[in-house]
């Protein structure tokens, strides 16, 4: 029988004074009651109780017993009440990890968050590693490609896509494009983790998608590097919309397909179960997700 359960019984009997009482006052038959405190005194190898057709009184043993079982579901009943106390109220370290390139469209969102919830303190790790929320001890990862890991919970922030994207300088040495196929003339950098791989995927005006296998020079999980190989007139690059706006906005890089662009992904915060969120991370979440919001036309 459940240990723990038998624990409770048997305390319960002690207090009502006999296991008529305990069994009403655990909505219980008697006989289940008994049943229980059997089960302790066999595991034990010890008689807890004795028992007359009047009363039932504690052995030494019992005594004994009885004391230190008390305590220990008071400080369970202790460690129920934080825990509870934790998912209903924001408090403590709340572990983040991010893909770097998004830092600062998440540092606004942080600064409200801490100014909101003084008694939650962040722990912000950046990179360009495929972290495991679980095996690597976050509470959310930020993540701007899918997840590999079923198991873990998505929520969706805001759509993104890549723009293939050259310099000035890249063009006046190479023609410009006129379809996708067009890019195995090309010289291409690739990131490491796009979820295609080599395969770049575009979409036109019809939403009709195309495939076309890629090559070049570099390939690397940094995003800034990429961005910087580009700048510098290398190759071809497709890029997240949001790392290059304002390279776009200011002539330093140039849309190289202006009829395609690639295929939507999403900004998502991954975490490990929705169901036992802690406070300090649902509310983070939700606060990720109306702040995102206004970030979605511009990403998209």
């Known amino acids: 029988m459940d240990r723990l359960t038998s624990l409770s019984v048997f305390a319960r009997v002690v207090e009502n004074g006999g296991f008529s009482a305990a069994a009403r006052s655990l909505n219980m ?166 979820p295609g791989g080599d395969e770049w995927r575009f979409e036109n005006e019809l939403g009709e998608i195309t495939e076309v296998r890629v090559s070049g020079p570099a390939l690397s999980n940094s995003a800034e590097a990429l961005r910087y190989l580009t700048l510098s007139g290398n190759a071809l690059w497709l890029a997240p919309s949001f790392i290059v706006a304002d390279d776009l906005a200011e002539g330093r890089l140039l849309n190289a397909l202006p009829s395609h662009r690639g295929v939507e992904f999403a900004i998502n915060a991954i975490y490990p179960d929705k169901r036992y969120l802690p406070a300090k991370v649902r509310l983070f979440i939700d606060l990720l997700a109306e702040r995102f919001a206004a970030y979605r036309a511009w990403m998209a």
């Open 29 to 194: 038959s008697v006989s289940m009651v008994a049943t229980h405190v059997q089960s302790l005194e066999q595991r034990l190898g010890v008689r807890l109780l004795n028992r007359t057709t009047r009363k039932v009184t504690l052995t030494e043993t019992g005594r004994v017993y009885y004391q230190r079982s008390t305590q220990i579901l008071a400080d369970l009943d202790d460690a129920d009440r934080a825990a509870g106390a934790l998912t209903s109220s924001p408090r403590g370290i709340i572990r983040v990890y991010c893909t770097a390139a998004i830092v600062r469209f998440l540092m606004p969102v942080i600064e409200e968050y801490l100014a909101k919830y003084p008694e939650v303190s962040l722990d912000l790790d950046s990179g360009e590693r495929m972290i495991d929320p679980i095996d690597d001890s976050y509470d959310l990862a930020i993540r701007t490609t899918p997840s590999a890991d079923s198991g873990l919970i998505a929520r969706k922030l805001t759509p993104w896509r890549h723009l293939l994207v050259g310099a000035p300088a890249y063009f006046s040495r190479h023609p410009q494009l006129a379809t996708p196929q067009d890019l195995t003339e090309h010289q291409c950098l690739r990131y490491a983790y796009y």
